[in-house]
């Protein structure tokens, strides 16, 4: 459990920082949409069985985000804590899309 938290919160880091660079990157209007859909779908995708993980560093990630936002400009809030709960939503999407496809070729 201990291994499985830090790996989490570990996660959530990396996510929040690579946010950070998505974001002020001179193509944000287009990277930034596609890291917040496809970054939780390959999570959910490359982590199978363990997708457990890669749902709560995503939404420890949109907390985190929360909290800046709440404590920088005031706002946003309800929206990064929607965020939250979709990635975990679209970790585990990417996980059972990467199943079922894995069976897929197993039938072949």
Known sequence: MK???SLAAAGALAVTAASFVVEVGPGQDVTYPLFMLAGPLLTGAALGPRWR?????WSLAALIWLVLDWAINHEDVAFHAVVSLLFAGLVALGAGAARLGRRARAWR
């Not at 993980?53 to 560093?57: E, I, L, N, R, S």
Request: hydrophobic share 50%; aromatic share 0%.
């Open 53 to 57: 993980v890669g749902a709560a560093a």
């Open 3 to 5: 291994n499985t938290c």
